[in-house]
T-cell receptor, first 113, second 113 residues
């Protein structure tokens, strides 16, 4: 049962424009959400996170928005750069199962010049 | 400070053999978790250890096992290897407690032939 879903397997954006990656979840008890960036055969790199009690968190070019009523979060990258091209994973965890992340299937972002 | 360190990075094993992978967490992190990434199944949780005790376990057969030492270093073992065990095995560490970021190592790429 996929509790975290990324319904878009790929996204293509021109350099300098905004990239918006979406993520939906089914478990309303998730209390922390994270975004990771990943290159093939490497480990995921942490990008940004958000607590369930907040609706926005910003770090440089990255902003994550959380809509709890819709069980939806999104990652905005502005401006997008070619070096941002990678697979982005949305992940979540429950306070009761610390250390266990539930991952989406990932979205391949391609930023073209 | 040093990140999560996994060894070996790459290895090739034959069906029926067993393999042991090692993980050194970030200094001060007491929670260590393991994930398997395959093209078909995405990132799947194996198990998580905290203070030498397994706290959470994913849906994997008993051939997959792990342990954690008093210095928080962890190992995972896969016995009687099958072709389907070929994957990237990722170790992650975090501070104990809720809403802490989980950091990943570079992974151990296992090929079973």
């Amino acid at each position: 049962d996929q509790q975290v879903k990324q319904n878009s397997p790929s996204l293509s954006v021109q350099e300098g424009r905004i990239s918006i990656l979406n993520c939906d979840y089914t478990n309303s008890m998730f209390d922390y959400f994270l975004w990771y960036k990943k290159y093939p055969a490497e480990g995921p790199t942490f990008l940004i996170s958000i607590s369930s009690i907040k609706d926005k968190n910003e770090d440089g070019r990255f902003t994550v928005f959380l809509n709890k009523s819709a069980k939806h979060l999104s990652l905005h990258i502005v401006p997008s750069q070619p070096g941002d091209s990678a697979v982005y994973f949305c992940a979540a965890y429950l306070g009761s199962t610390l250390g266990r992340l539930y991952f989406g299937r990932g979205t391949q972002l391609t930023v073209w010049p | 400070k040093a990140g999560v360190t996994q060894t070996p990075r790459y290895l090739i094993k034959t069906r029926g053999q067993q393999v042991t992978l090692s993980c050194s967490p970030i200094s001060g992190h007491r929670s260590v978790s393991w994930y398997q990434q395959t093209p078909g199944q995405g990132l799947q949780f194996l198990f998580e250890y905290f203070s030498e005790t397994q706290r959470n376990k994913g849906n994997f057969p008993g051939r997959f096992s792990g342990r954690q030492f008093s210095n928080s270093r962890s190992e995972m073992n896969v016995s009687t290897l099958e072709l389907g065990d070929s994957a990237l095995y990722l170790c992650a560490s975090s501070l104990a407690g809720a809403q802490n970021t989980i950091y990943f190592g570079e992974g151990s790429w296992l090929t079973v032939v």
